[in-house]
C-alpha cells in the first residue's frame, strides 16, 4: 500500500504498519534463510556420508576384484598343473603300452621262429622215420609198376 502525504510528511501510523510490515517480513525471510541453511548444512551430511558409503563401495567393490582375480589366477594355474600331470602320465602310459608292444613283437618272432623249429625238427623227424621211408618205398615200386 503506497503512503500518502500528509501536510507535515507521511502519515505516521501508515509509516509505523509498513515498518512492522517490513519487519515481519525481514523476520520472515531471516527464518527461511535459516531453515534453508540448516537444511543445506543436513544436506551436505548426507552428501558427505554418501560420498563416504561410495568411497567404501568402491574400496570393497575393488577389493572383490583384487580376489577374485587372484583366485581365477591360482585356479588356472592349477588346471595347467593338473592339465601338465594329466598329459604327462598320458605319455607315460603309451610309452609303456608301446613297450608292451614291442615286448609282444618280440615274443611273436620268437614264437613263430620256435614253431617253424619245431615244425621243420618235426618234418626232418618224419622224413628219417622208417615207416616213411617205407611209404616212399611203396610209392616207387607202385610207380615202377605203371
Same mark, same amino acid.
Given at each position: 500500500?503506497?503512503?500518502?502525504?500528509?501536510?507535515?510528511?507521511?502519515?505516521?501510523?501508515?509509516?509505523?504498519?509498513?515498518?512492522?510490515?517490513?519487519?515481519? @517480513?525481514?523476520?520472515?525471510?531471516?527464518?527461511?534463510?535459516?531453515? %534453508? /541453511? =540448516?537444511?543445506? !548444512?543436513?544436506?551436505? #551430511?548426507? *552428501?558427505?556420508?554418501?560420498?563416504?558409503?561410495?568411497?567404501?563401495? @568402491?574400496?570393497?567393490?575393488?577389493?572383490?576384484?583384487?580376489?577374485? %582375480? /587372484? =583366485?581365477?589366477? !591360482?585356479?588356472?594355474? #592349477?588346471? *595347467?598343473?593338473?592339465?601338465?600331470?594329466?598329459?604327462?602320465?598320458?605319455?607315460?602310459?603309451?610309452?609303456?603300452?608301446?613297450?608292451?608292444?614291442?615286448?609282444?613283437?618280440?615274443?611273436?618272432?620268437?614264437?613263430?621262429?620256435?614253431?617253424?623249429?619245431?615244425?621243420?625238427?618235426?618234418?626232418?623227424?618224419?622224413?628219417?622215420?622208417?615207416?616213411?621211408?617205407?611209404?616212399?618205398?611203396?610209392?616207387?615200386?607202385?610207380?615202377?609198376?605203371?
Amino acid at each position: 500500500m503506497p503512503l500518502k502525504k500528509q501536510l507535515f510528511g507521511y502519515n505516521k501510523e501508515q509509516v509505523d504498519d509498513l515498518m512492522d510490515q517490513k519487519d515481519r @517480513e525481514i523476520k520472515s525471510l531471516n527464518e527461511q534463510i535459516n531453515k %534453508l /541453511k =540448516e537444511d543445506y !548444512e543436513h544436506l551436505e #551430511k548426507q *552428501k558427505s556420508l554418501l560420498q563416504h558409503r561410495v568411497n567404501i563401495q @568402491e574400496q570393497t567393490n575393488e577389493e572383490i576384484a583384487r580376489l577374485a %582375480l /587372484k =583366485e581365477a589366477s !591360482e585356479l588356472i594355474d #592349477k588346471a *595347467k598343473k593338473n592339465a601338465n600331470m594329466i598329459l604327462s602320465e598320458s605319455l607315460e602310459y603309451v610309452r609303456s603300452l608301446s613297450d608292451e608292444m614291442s615286448d609282444f613283437k618280440a615274443q611273436a618272432v620268437k614264437f613263430r621262429a620256435s614253431v617253424e623249429k619245431m615244425s621243420k625238427d618235426i618234418l626232418e623227424s618224419i622224413d628219417q622215420s622208417e615207416v616213411y621211408n617205407l611209404i616212399n618205398e611203396d610209392k616207387y615200386d607202385e610207380g615202377d609198376s605203371l
